[in-house]
């Protein structure tokens, strides 16, 4: 017999992720990161790729992830040029609410897995997010 009503299946990561790894973005909230990096001691600088230096958390460099007039190649070309000026940095990616996405050419999670690079989704609920998994720390 054919089932009628659609599979139950969840949308989002069903198990977080103790430890973002280079090419395995996470995502987290803003005080979510700043309490997990602190656990953690993290020593690297940390920039945060936003549509406005306003919107940049704690000490975090920014870098822009929009720019007026900038196509996105451009903003492609400078995410590389950081890449290669900051080799063990990590990069933090805003997407809360209200934050205009990065304008890149490359889709943004292919882009940010050949970075190699260990990188932060910042979203204002983690737990909504299905792209990414949560990144949580165990006690």
């Given amino acids: 017999m054919r089932r009628k009503e659609p599979l139950d299946v969840a949308k989002t990561w069903e198990y977080p992720v103790p430890m973002p790894m280079p090419g ?3 995502c987290c909230t803003e005080a979510e990161a700043l309490d997990q990096l602190e656990r953690l001691g993290v020593t690297e600088r940390i920039f945060l790729w936003t549509d406005a230096e306003r919107r ?3 000490d975090w460099g920014f870098l822009a992830s929009v720019r007026q007039g900038v196509p996105p190649i451009g903003i492609e070309a ?3 040029a950081w890449l290669t000026q ?4 990590w990069l933090a990616v805003d997407l809360r609410d209200g934050v205009i996405p990065p304008s890149t050419q490359t889709p943004l999670n292919e882009l940010l897995e050949a970075s190699k690079r260990n990188v932060l989704i910042i979203v ?3 737990s ?3 792209d990414w998994p949560q990144w949580k720390l165990p006690f």
Avoid: F, G, M, Q
């Fill in 128 to 130: 909504d997010n299905e």
């Fill in 24 to 26: 395995r973005p996470v």
């Fill in 124 to 126: 204002s609920s983690s």
């Fill in 86 to 89: 900051y080799p063990t940095a």
């Fill in 78 to 80: 400078e995410l590389n």
């Fill in 56 to 58: 940049t958390i704690s």
